[in-house]
């Protein structure tokens, strides 16, 4: 990439934390006049609002990535998906614009989103194949099955008794996922 590219990239990149940190204006074009470019240049590097947004994020979701081995080696299969999942819970609770962008990447977004999200399906996938392995988790259970469950609890808030009610959701899903938890509990 030629040095002028990538300097717009940064700034564009630097921009868009900016701006997503913040409510209000969170558009491409006021990411855009933030990062003093032009729209068609903002699109050149990210045709999509959300290959820009999960970009942002890429810290948070490398680090989610690179947590599963040590999860698996110091928890159980099952205390790790927990843990795990209530980490990307928190995430997306806290980074309302991340929860967004993962809720329209899939099989038809662009490579760019695909970069972000396909590591982090995989990473969760390793998950589910260790609790399935384990018979800790319902069979049949795919890592895309946790992420449509997981996305409907991004949508509360981050704070107060949205807060309460996001945890108590969050344990109804883990009884669910992982039925042999309640079972054992009682």
């Known amino acids: 990439m030629r040095s002028d590219a990538l300097s717009n990239r940064m700034r564009i990149l630097e ?3 900016e701006v997503l940190a913040v409510p209000g204006d969170t558009s491409m074009k006021s990411i855009a006049r933030r990062a003093r470019v032009g729209q068609g240049t903002l699109y050149r590097h990210f045709p999509t609002r959300e290959s820009l947004v999960l970009q942002v994020y ?14 698996l ?14 980490r990307l819970l928190y995430i997306g609770r806290c980074m309302p614009q991340f929860a967004e962008a993962m809720s329209v990447v899939g099989e038809a977004s ?28 319902a069979p049949g259970t795919t890592a895309e099955d946790v992420f449509t469950l997981l996305g409907p609890l991004w949508r509360i808030g981050a704070n107060g008794a949205a807060g309460a009610r996001a945890e108590r959701l969050f344990e109804v ?8 938890a309640g079972a054992e509990d009682q």
């Open 58 to 71: 890429e810290a948070e979701v490398d680090d989610l990535v690179t947590a599963v081995p040590a999860l």
């Open 173 to 180: 899903l883990m009884r669910g996922l992982c039925p042999q």
């Open 73 to 86: 080696g110091s928890l159980s299969p099952q205390d790790g998906l927990c843990a795990w999942l209530r």
């Open 110 to 137: 662009t490579e760019q989103c695909q970069k972000v999200y396909r590591p982090l399906l995989d990473a969760l996938s390793v998950l589910v194949s260790a609790n399935a392995t384990d018979g800790t988790i």
């Open 15 to 17: 921009a868009a934390a």
